[in-house]
Every structure is written in structure tokens, then in C-alpha cells.
């Protein structure tokens, strides 16, 4: 973790692998893709007020003993329902957004099934999961449609996609990816957390903000502040279970006020251990089943790539590096701003002259500027905001336009 400030204590000065992993994790929150609706998707506020059915009188406890707490945490074994709504602020296209997004993570091919497809339903409106875990070699979570559910399960080497709508399924191994987890999706209010966690640092107001009760369970109440102005975030609250120190629900509202960004929180949690047969599957009759490494292989193929990868070295991301990898992080904290280089000279057709109908669609999403850099396009959502300049460049983050047009009129 980050070193941090809380109204507590101040934290201890930066070592220099602290240094790295503080740009690792800038850079994991920061790079999205550079097609609007991807930022907006791919970056997911967290937020709804807390919604407590009392106030337990519970110990006194100071911001960084409930931050040590979560480290701390060791839960291995729980289930339970979590409600998540995400209000990012898009306009309404009638659904198209969400087709959008699903046809840009799947590529136009492949299975309904695949977890990169299907996830990005998490990115807008509200949604209600069934969670499981059984140790790092079990987890469960199904999304629950209307009439339909889809389910993801890793048990062992296998991890398992079914779309039960579709009767399709996505199968995976570990030694496909290199790791399970790679599946998997911020789900659950200590997914959030840990992330938010990470980039906790000297930026940051930290601390206990009183007491609540979530799905039951007494919690203390962990509230964030970003100290510098300019960025779109107001405050993250995280309601920490006060015996095992799991986080029950997180919320992050933005600075312009209004209803949370997402809210995602347990409505009912067990910490008992799962039976054994949560995390079975086998695949329905007449199902269809993709094979995720044949698939990959095949999309290779289409690509002319051979399979070579691209390896970095553990604690070498310096800025110099970063920008290497297509990307490089401007700024501090919570203004921090990623820019991209699209490689399309021109920048987006937001003009029915250059674009047609989809140049003015996206021109009536998109605020035009300018400034030293030259002419662009700024695209807002209440969390993520991206400047797409006419030169290819793409600048995000969780900052307002006037810090997008500073960063751009700089670089």
C-alpha cells in the first residue's frame, strides 16, 4: 500500500520501490481504452450513501488501525448478495451503449460467455450478484438478468464462463493466462477497496467517520478525501466489518455532488464455508462451449501475430518506461492524467462534414476546445473525463476540463 496522511498520523517518507508501485498503480487505474465509451465504461466510480440501519457503538479505532485491519483481513470463505449500481452519467442511447461495449471488448467474435464480453454490463444501471469463495482456488459470481443469469466460476485450473440466456459457455484453464485471476472483475466491496486503497497516499484525507450496520454486520465507517482540487472525485466511503475487518459496502460520490457514481455493497453476507458443490460445472446439453485458448489463438491468427509477449520488469515502471509501453502519467494523486497516443491523426470525426452521422452523434456527446496544443474534443462522464486532441492525443482522468486542457497545453 501507498504511504498515506490520515487526520491521525502522517505517514512514513516514500521508499524508492514505494515510488514504483505508486506509478504501477497510476497507471492500472489510468489506462483505458481510447474510444469514449471504453473510458466511461472501463473505469468504474464507486458510490451510493451509505445506506446504515443503525450505529453500533463499537470501540474506538483510528484510521490507520482500520486501514491495517483490511490489510490484514484474511477471509477465505464467504458468500453472499451484492447489489452494485453504477451512474456514470452517459446519455441514454436505448441500450446502445451497452452494445457497444460489449461488441468492443469481444471483438466482433467469439462467445457470449467470454467474461470480457459480459462484464462490461457492470459499467452502467443496477445489477445483483451471488458471491462465493472458498480459498484462492474457488470463487463464484453470478449476474442475475431478468429470466437469466450468468455465472463465472473458477474451481481449480478451470475457470468457467455460462450464459444461460444464450446457453453459451467460455472455458478457460490457469495455464491459458498465465493466471486465474485474470478473469476475474471488481465485483464486491473489497474489490473496490483495495483498489481505491492503492492509491491512497500523501493526496489524501483518511479517516473513521463514526459507525454503521451493513447486511447485519456491525462496521466502521472509512471515509476519503482527495486534498487537491480539480478532480472529479468528492469522497469514498468503505463500511469495514468491525470483527473480520472485510469490506461491506464502498461508495464514492463525485465532486459535483448528486447521487453516488456506484454503489456496491453486500445486502446479505455469510463468512460460513460454501458447500462444496457451489463451485461444480459441467456443461448443459446443447450448450455451446469456446475453448479460451483456441479462441485467443485464432484471434492471433486473424491479427498476423505470432504470440510473442510484451514482459516487463518487476520495479522498473519509471515514467521513462511507462511512456514505452504506449502511456505516460502526468501529474500527482488523485489529478493524475494518463495520455495515450491513438495514432490517428485527425482525432475523432465529431462533424457530420468528416464523420457523417456518427460525426455528429459523437460531436453532440463531446464539448469542443482549444488552447496551445491546438483543437480537440473533451468527453465527460461524472467521474471520467478524456480530452481526444486533433493531433492523436488522448488525455483521462478523474479530473475536470480545465485540468485536461492545462495537462494538454504543457505536453
Same mark, same amino acid.
Given at each position: 500500500?501507498?504511504?498515506? !496522511?490520515?487526520?491521525?498520523?502522517? &505517514? +512514513? #517518507? *516514500?521508499?524508492? /520501490?514505494?515510488?514504483? =508501485?505508486?506509478?504501477?498503480? @497510476?497507471?492500472?487505474?489510468?489506462?483505458?481504452?481510447?474510444?469514449?465509451?471504453?473510458?466511461?465504461?472501463?473505469?468504474?466510480?464507486?458510490?451510493?450513501?451509505?445506506?446504515?440501519?443503525?450505529?453500533?457503538?463499537?470501540?474506538?479505532?483510528?484510521?490507520?488501525?482500520?486501514?491495517?485491519?483490511?490489510?490484514?483481513?484474511?477471509?477465505?470463505?464467504?458468500?453472499?448478495?451484492?447489489?452494485?449500481?453504477?451512474?456514470?452519467?452517459?446519455?441514454?442511447?436505448?441500450?446502445? !451503449?451497452?452494445?457497444?461495449?460489449? &461488441? +468492443? #471488448? *469481444?471483438?466482433? /467474435?467469439?462467445?457470449? =460467455?467470454?467474461?470480457?464480453? @459480459?462484464?462490461?454490463?457492470?459499467?452502467?444501471?443496477?445489477?445483483?450478484?451471488?458471491?462465493?469463495?472458498?480459498?484462492?482456488?474457488?470463487?463464484?459470481?453470478?449476474?442475475?438478468?431478468?429470466?437469466?443469469?450468468?455465472?463465472?466460476?473458477?474451481?481449480?485450473?478451470?475457470?468457467?464462463?455460462?450464459?444461460?440466456?444464450?446457453?453459451?459457455?467460455?472455458?478457460?484453464?490457469?495455464?491459458?493466462?498465465?493466471?486465474?485471476?485474470?478473469?476475474?472483475?471488481?465485483?464486491?466491496?473489497?474489490?473496490?477497496?483495495?483498489?481505491?486503497?492503492?492509491?491512497? /497516499?500523501?493526496?489524501?484525507?483518511?479517516?473513521?467517520?463514526?459507525?454503521?450496520?451493513?447486511?447485519?454486520?456491525?462496521?466502521?465507517?472509512?471515509?476519503?478525501?482527495?486534498?487537491?482540487?480539480?478532480?472529479?472525485?468528492?469522497?469514498?466511503?468503505?463500511?469495514?466489518?468491525?470483527?473480520?475487518?472485510?469490506?461491506?459496502?464502498?461508495?464514492?460520490?463525485?465532486?459535483?455532488?448528486?447521487?453516488?457514481?456506484?454503489?456496491?455493497?453486500?445486502?446479505?453476507?455469510?463468512?460460513?464455508?460454501?458447500?462444496?458443490?457451489?463451485?461444480?460445472?459441467?456443461?448443459?446439453?446443447?450448450?455451446?462451449?469456446?475453448?479460451? /485458448?483456441?479462441?485467443?489463438?485464432?484471434?492471433?491468427?486473424?491479427?498476423?501475430?505470432?504470440?510473442?509477449?510484451?514482459?516487463?520488469?518487476?520495479?522498473?515502471?519509471?515514467?521513462?518506461?511507462?511512456?514505452?509501453?504506449?502511456?505516460?502519467?502526468?501529474?500527482?494523486?488523485?489529478?493524475?492524467?494518463?495520455?495515450?497516443?491513438?495514432?490517428?491523426?485527425?482525432?475523432?470525426?465529431?462533424?457530420?462534414?468528416?464523420?457523417?452521422?456518427?460525426?455528429?452523434?459523437?460531436?453532440?456527446?463531446?464539448?469542443?476546445?482549444?488552447?496551445?496544443?491546438?483543437?480537440?474534443?473533451?468527453?465527460?462522464?461524472?467521474?471520467?473525463?478524456?480530452?481526444?486532441?486533433?493531433?492523436?492525443?488522448?488525455?483521462?482522468?478523474?479530473?475536470?476540463?480545465?485540468?485536461?486542457?492545462?495537462?494538454?497545453?504543457?505536453?
Amino acid at each position: 500500500m501507498a504511504p498515506y !496522511e490520515t487526520e491521525d498520523s502522517t &505517514g +512514513a #517518507a *516514500q521508499a524508492d /520501490d514505494e515510488l514504483r =508501485a505508486e506509478r504501477r498503480r @497510476k497507471a492500472a487505474r489510468y489506462v483505458v481504452p481510447v474510444a469514449v465509451m471504453g473510458v466511461a465504461a472501463a473505469t468504474i466510480g464507486l458510490v451510493p450513501a451509505l445506506a446504515d440501519s443503525g450505529d453500533p457503538n463499537l470501540p474506538k479505532i483510528t484510521a490507520q488501525e482500520l486501514i491495517n485491519k483490511i490489510a490484514k483481513s484474511d477471509v477465505q470463505q464467504l458468500s453472499g448478495t451484492v447489489k452494485i449500481s453504477t451512474d456514470l452519467g452517459l446519455p441514454d442511447l436505448g441500450g446502445l !451503449e451497452s452494445g457497444l461495449m460489449s &461488441g +468492443a #471488448a *469481444q471483438g466482433g /467474435d467469439g462467445s457470449s =460467455a467470454d467474461p470480457s464480453t @459480459k462484464l462490461t454490463e457492470l459499467a452502467s444501471g443496477t445489477h445483483t450478484l451471488r458471491v462465493a469463495a472458498d480459498g484462492p482456488e474457488k470463487q463464484k459470481a453470478s449476474l442475475l438478468e431478468s429470466g437469466a443469469e450468468y455465472s463465472l466460476i473458477h474451481n481449480g485450473k478451470d475457470v468457467w464462463g455460462y450464459d444461460s440466456k444464450s446457453n453459451e459457455v467460455y472455458h478457460s484453464t490457469a495455464a491459458d493466462s498465465g493466471k486465474a485471476d485474470q478473469h476475474e472483475a471488481p465485483a464486491t466491496p473489497k474489490d473496490f477497496a483495495d483498489e481505491v486503497l492503492k492509491s491512497v /497516499d500523501d493526496t489524501t484525507s483518511v479517516k473513521v467517520d463514526g459507525t454503521a450496520q451493513v447486511a447485519g454486520r456491525d462496521a466502521y465507517r472509512l471515509v476519503i478525501k482527495p486534498k487537491q482540487s480539480g478532480t472529479t472525485v468528492g469522497a469514498i466511503s468503505i463500511a469495514v466489518d468491525a470483527k473480520t475487518g472485510t469490506p461491506l459496502k464502498f461508495t464514492l460520490t463525485p465532486s459535483s455532488g448528486g447521487a453516488a457514481v456506484i454503489d456496491a455493497g453486500y445486502t446479505q453476507v455469510s463468512f460460513a464455508k460454501p458447500a462444496a458443490s457451489t463451485f461444480d460445472f459441467t456443461p448443459p446439453k446443447g450448450a455451446k462451449v469456446t475453448e479460451g /485458448d483456441s479462441l485467443d489463438k485464432a484471434n492471433r491468427a486473424d491479427k498476423g501475430d505470432k504470440g510473442d509477449k510484451i514482459t516487463k520488469s518487476p520495479g522498473k515502471d519509471t515514467p521513462e518506461e511507462l511512456g514505452k509501453n504506449g502511456f505516460d502519467v502526468l501529474g500527482k494523486g488523485w489529478n493524475s492524467i494518463a495520455v495515450l497516443d491513438s495514432g490517428s491523426k485527425g482525432g475523432l470525426p465529431t462533424d457530420s462534414a468528416s464523420g457523417g452521422d456518427l460525426g455528429g452523434f459523437l460531436g453532440s456527446l463531446g464539448d469542443p476546445v482549444s488552447g496551445k496544443f491546438g483543437k480537440g474534443t473533451v468527453f465527460s462522464t461524472r467521474l471520467i473525463n478524456a480530452l481526444i486532441t486533433d493531433d492523436g492525443k488522448v488525455y483521462v482522468g478523474a479530473v475536470d476540463k480545465a485540468a485536461l486542457v492545462k495537462a494538454a497545453n504543457a505536453g
